[in-house]
T-cell receptor, first 114, second 112 residues
Framework: KAGVTQTPRYLIKTRGQQVTLSCSPI?????VSWYQQTPGQGLQFLFE???????NKGNFPGRFSGRQFSNSRSEMNVSTLELGDSALYLC?????????????FGEGSRLTVL | LAKTTQPISMDSYEGQEVNITCSHN???????ITWYQQFPSQGPRFIIQ???TKVTNEVASLFIPADRKSSTLSLPRVSLSDTAVYYC?????????????FGGGTRLMVKP
């Protein structure tokens, strides 16, 4: 069974540009969540999607957005990039239909903003 | 939203048992406690999950007291490869709209 796939793995952008990151969840998983990880702030929740609907959003500015498609694949977009957006962006999928269960994480997309 | 508190770092030696405690005073009735392990530049990986009392699997044990306000991850006989960051996570995986929050994590360093 294929794991969570994130693309691209590495990318470099300059301030003011925008970026789109992609996440393909494990087959059958309908929940996809995104996290930002930086050395200073740790793992911070961005948002979670379930059946194409955003169920919750973390405390991030509106420059951070996402969406989920009917096949459960998800994308997140960051517009008007700032230096502080440099981070490892992690996507996780889960069944999310029962109280128990685990998050399956991808290897992340490492974004560097110059 | 259940907030967790863990030690920032711990040191141990190969072959020792390591216990990492997580405090979660405002845990909700439907919340489960889950621990994840993360190596540098990789996504976190599930270790163990429990609701109350004790849970054991092939890699770890999880001890949860009756009041569920804390939990302890126990790693038996650690090796160098157990050097990683360990996160305690509290939440209801199936609750629509639940925002799962990772705490700061505990950086475990296993020395030879």
């Amino acid at each position: 069974k294929a794991g969570v796939t994130q693309t691209p793995r590495y990318l470099i952008k300059t301030r003011g540009q925008q970026v789109t990151l992609s996440c393909s969840p494990i087959s059958g998983h309908r929940s996809v969540s995104w996290y930002q990880q930086t050395p200073g702030q740790g793992l911070q929740f961005l948002f979670e999607y379930f059946s194409e609907t955003q169920r919750n959003k973390g405390n991030f500015p509106g420059r951070f957005s996402g969406r989920q498609f009917s096949n459960s694949r998800s994308e997140m977009n960051v517009s008007t990039l700032e230096l502080g957006d440099s981070a490892l962006y992690l996507c996780a999928s889960s069944l999310a239909v029962q109280p128990t269960g685990e998050l399956f994480f991808g290897e992340g997309s490492r974004l560097t903003v110059l | 939203l259940a907030k967790t508190t863990q030690p920032i770092s711990m040191d141990s030696y190969e072959g020792q048992e390591v216990n990492i405690t997580c405090s979660h005073n405002n845990i909700a009735t439907n919340d489960y406690i889950t621990w994840y392990q993360q190596f540098p530049s990789q996504g976190p990986r599930f270790i163990i999950q429990g609701y109350k009392t004790k849970v054991t699997n092939e890699v770890a044990s999880l001890f949860i007291p009756a009041d569920r306000k804390s939990s302890t991850l126990s790693l038996p006989r650690v090796s160098l490869s157990d050097t990683a960051v360990y996160y305690c996570l509290v939440g209801d995986m199936g609750n629509a709209g639940n925002m799962l929050t990772f705490g700061g994590g505990t950086r475990l360093m296993v020395k030879p």
